[in-house]
């Protein structure tokens, strides 16, 4: 898989691609850039953003700055690029990502994130450059980046490559394996620390038994309330 973030901050992303599972995923063919929306900006001194049509606080991330980054980098007009790849604005009132959004976004080939800053983006970015709109949760964050890191995060965890144990990602929370619920509780050594103790069923080696439990538990969990 392909992701390309656009940021202002692109050497944010030189830390997250050090990470012991990205390496691993772009290790088996996947690619992360983080790419500047600023370095190719049509405009002096390196600006990007402007005030508000119709006034209020703060600045907007222009429409032309980020059509210019887009051309510069995959030598197309941006209105096309979504045809041929999937770009994703990240903005906090967008589709809430999820699991089932992460497996989707884990399944296209090719992958775009516009990370905002400031008032955020010029609408015209979203509409016509963007495929969709997502955000990772119902709050403000600064800028966009720690939301991409938290997309990547998510969607690389699901790619060739990322996990040390091929079986890994299969029974995680929220996976067809758990039927969508959270998952199970873990315990490892020692069995009992100031008197807590492990649930005797994991230390049984009954193996049915275990899963049972397993299972139970995510069930519980999932109609309980995750923990
Ligand atoms: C300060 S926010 C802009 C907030 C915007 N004025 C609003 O009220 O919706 C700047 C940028 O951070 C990113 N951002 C902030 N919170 C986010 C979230 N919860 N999910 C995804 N992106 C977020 C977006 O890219 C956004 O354009």
Same mark, same amino acid.
């Given at each position: 898989?392909?992701? &390309?973030?656009?940021?202002?901050?692109?050497?944010?992303?030189?830390?997250?691609?050090? +990470? /012991?599972? #990205?390496?691993?995923?772009?290790?088996?063919?996947?690619?992360?850039?983080?790419?500047?929306? /600023?370095?190719?900006?049509?405009?002096?001194?390196?600006?990007? $953003?402007?005030?508000?049509? %119709?006034?209020?606080?703060?600045? #907007?991330?222009?429409?032309?700055?980020?059509?210019?980054?887009? *051309?510069?980098?995959?030598?197309?007009?941006?209105?096309?690029?979504?045809?041929?790849?999937?770009? #994703?604005?990240?903005?906090? %009132?967008?589709?809430?990502?999820?699991?089932?959004?992460? $497996?989707?976004?884990?399944?296209?080939?090719?992958?775009?994130?516009?990370?905002?800053?400031?008032?955020?983006? $010029?609408? /015209?970015?979203?509409?016509?450059?963007?495929?969709?709109?997502?955000?990772? %949760?119902?709050?403000?964050?600064?800028?966009?980046?720690?939301?991409?890191?938290? #997309?990547? $995060?998510?969607?690389? *965890?699901?790619?060739?490559?990322?996990?040390?144990?091929?079986?890994?990602?299969?029974?995680?929370?929220?996976?067809?394996?758990?039927?969508?619920?959270?998952?199970?509780?873990?315990?490892?050594?020692?069995?009992?620390?100031?008197?807590?103790?492990?649930?005797?069923?994991?230390?049984?080696? &009954?193996?049915?038994?275990? +899963?049972?439990? /397993?299972?139970?538990?995510?069930?519980?969990?999932?109609?309980?309330?995750?923990?």
């Amino acid at each position: 898989m392909e992701i &390309d973030v656009f940021t202002l901050f692109p050497e944010w992303f030189e830390w997250f691609t050090a +990470q /012991r599972h #990205v390496r691993g995923a772009l290790a088996a063919g996947s690619s992360l850039r983080g790419l500047s929306l /600023r370095e190719h900006t049509p405009l002096r001194g390196g600006r990007v $953003d402007d005030t508000p049509f %119709g006034g209020g606080a703060g600045m #907007v991330i222009r429409v032309d700055v980020v059509e210019a980054a887009l *051309r510069a980098y995959y030598g197309v007009d941006p209105v096309e690029l979504r045809t041929s790849r999937r770009v #994703v604005a990240l903005t906090p %009132g967008g589709r809430v990502l999820d699991d089932a959004l992460v $497996d989707e976004l884990a399944s296209e080939p090719r992958l775009t994130l516009l990370c905002g800053r400031y008032e955020g983006f $010029d609408e /015209r970015i979203i509409e016509h450059f963007a495929s969709d709109t997502i955000s990772i %949760g119902r709050y403000v964050l600064a800028g966009g980046e720690l939301a991409a890191m938290v #997309v990547c $995060d998510a969607v690389i *965890r699901k790619l060739p490559g990322a996990l040390g144990h091929s079986e890994s990602a299969a029974e995680e929370s929220f996976s067809e394996a758990l039927e969508g619920n959270p998952e199970y509780p873990h315990y490892t050594r020692p069995a009992e620390y100031r008197g807590w103790h492990v649930p005797d069923v994991l230390l049984s080696g &009954d193996h049915e038994r275990i +899963q049972r439990w /397993r299972t139970e538990r995510a069930h519980e969990r999932g109609s309980n309330g995750a923990r």
